[in-house]
């Protein structure tokens, strides 16, 4: 069966960086584009950045454009998302999300349990 | 403030009938990009409800149903059972963003 694992979150720091992986399992990984979607307390879904299949294309929110980096590595079944100058409106579970059958105008059929970020001095 | 528009609360008794809205504009819904609905059961990760404006994955029941007109869409669910209790949120691309966007969710309540 489809899995989603993310980890490495944790509480860091305004400015601070902080990597997230998410490693993948039950479906052929490099045969599909791969989300980030944060969700903050209480708050909404927020679509972060998108990765396709092959890495080759990466399209980013605009709150998070020019500080977080979406990568894979396709050998290892692992997606990964860098933060930057992390600010405190950046506090969020982070879920990365299979891509379903188009890399923006889709769905994703399959999501992560999330992993918790929290940006506080 | 979130690009596609949903009421914040919807309630209806076991049994009932609910319809939940998605409003958005020209550069997303209303330029013909598919719309889709996931569902969040608290402490939990969306689900994939309806995509495609009006397709149901393997596993969703026939309670569950999308469509969409102009620049909005909507899910019903038939048939209201207190699992329902959730979270719903609409999905599109947005072409002046180039991303996808959420609308801001809707709680439904089972009374």
């Known amino acids: 069966q489809v899995q989603l694992v993310e980890s490495g979150g944790g509480v860091v720091q305004p400015g601070r960086s902080l990597r997230l992986s998410c490693a993948a399992s039950g479906f052929t990984f490099r045969n599909f584009g791969i989300h980030w979607v944060r969700q903050a307390p209480g708050k909404g879904l927020e679509w972060v950045a998108v990765?396709?299949?092959?890495?080759?294309?990466?399209y980013y929110a605009d709150s998070v454009k020019g500080r977080f980096t979406i990568s894979r590595d396709n050998s290892k079944n692992t997606l990964f998302l860098q933060m930057n100058s992390l600010r405190t409106e950046d506090t969020a579970v982070y879920y990365c999300?299979?891509?379903?059958?188009?890399?923006?105008?889709?769905?994703?059929?399959?999501w992560g349990q999330g992993t918790l970020v929290t940006v506080s001095s | 403030q979130s690009v596609l528009t949903q009421p914040p609360s919807v309630s209806g008794a076991p049994g009932q009938r609910v319809t939940i809205s998605c409003t958005g504009s020209?550069?997303?819904?209303?330029?013909?990009?598919?719309v889709h609905w996931y569902q969040q059961l608290p402490r939990t990760a969306p689900k994939l409800l309806i995509y495609?404006?009006?397709n149901r994955p393997s596993g969703i029941p026939d309670r569950f149903s999308g469509s969409k007109s102009g620049t909005s869409a909507s899910l019903a669910i038939t048939g209201l059972q207190t699992a329902d209790e959730a979270d719903y949120y609409c999905?599109?691309?947005?072409?002046?963003?180039?991303?996808?966007?959420f609308g801001g969710g809707t709680k439904l309540t089972v009374l």
């Open positions: 990765i396709s299949d092959d890495g080759s294309n990466k």
């Open positions: 020209s550069s997303n819904i209303g330029a013909g990009y598919d």
């Open positions: 999300a299979k891509d379903d059958y188009d890399l923006l105008t889709g769905p994703s059929d399959y």
């Open positions: 495609g404006n009006n």
């Open positions: 999905q599109s691309y947005d072409s002046s963003l180039s991303g996808r966007v």
